[in-house]
């Protein structure tokens, strides 16, 4: 599959969501521990930047642009890794070691997804990707999980059947449990 292909169809969900975000929304409880709506937002908007400057292999710290808006930002990470040469060879991410193009744009899908989800369920909502797109994003999930785990991105794994359906098996990948719902 062309992963270039897969940044806009990721973004749709988590986009939609953010542009129709309320002031009362931001308080909203999210299945990421700890994170209210306005944290998970802001960890968009924090890391959007140097994800997106990934694509073009330039180093963008963290938190370097203010005045972004979420679905802005979603909008311009798709853009950037929707070009093929986003995925090709090596680039930076916030910091000087080289990492694999390919491996920051997996991490991109699955920012994109997961946290659609988390923003999803935390405002009550449904989220729902191609089950090609939910395959590719588990396999890269899958590939940096021990990875995540020991570097406090993934929580445990939670376990569900072996029959589930592969987004909450991805989701349980990262330490989500897929039942989530918020508090009433």
């Known amino acids: 599959m062309d992963m270039y292909l897969l940044p806009g169809p990721a973004v749709v969900v988590i986009r939609t969501l953010a542009a129709d975000l309320t002031e009362d929304d931001l308080a909203a409880p999210t299945p990421c521990a700890g994170w209210d709506v306005r944290a998970l937002t ?12 990934a694509a073009r292999k330039e180093t963008v710290p963290p938190g370097a642009v203010a005045g972004l808006t979420p679905a802005g930002q979603l909008d311009r990470l ?4 929707s070009a093929p040469a986003a995925w090709e060879g090596e680039t930076h991410m916030a910091g000087p070691a080289p990492l694999p193009a390919d491996v920051v744009g997996g991490m991109v899908l699955g920012e994109l997804v997961v946290h659609g989800w988390d923003l999803a369920r935390a405002l009550g909502r449904s989220a729902e990707w191609d089950e090609d797109l939910v395959e590719v994003v588990y396999r890269e999930s899958a ?5 995540g785990r020991a570097m406090g991105v993934y929580g445990p794994e ?9 987004l909450a098996r991805l989701l349980a990948l990262t330490g989500r449990d897929p039942g989530w719902a918020a508090p009433a």
Do not use: C, I, Y
């Open 42 to 53: 802001g960890h968009l908007l924090h890391w959007g930047p140097s994800l997106e400057g």
């Open 158 to 166: 939670v376990q569900v059947p072996d029959a589930a359906p592969r």
């Open 143 to 147: 590939r940096m999980a021990d990875q």
């Open 78 to 81: 798709a853009e950037a890794w």
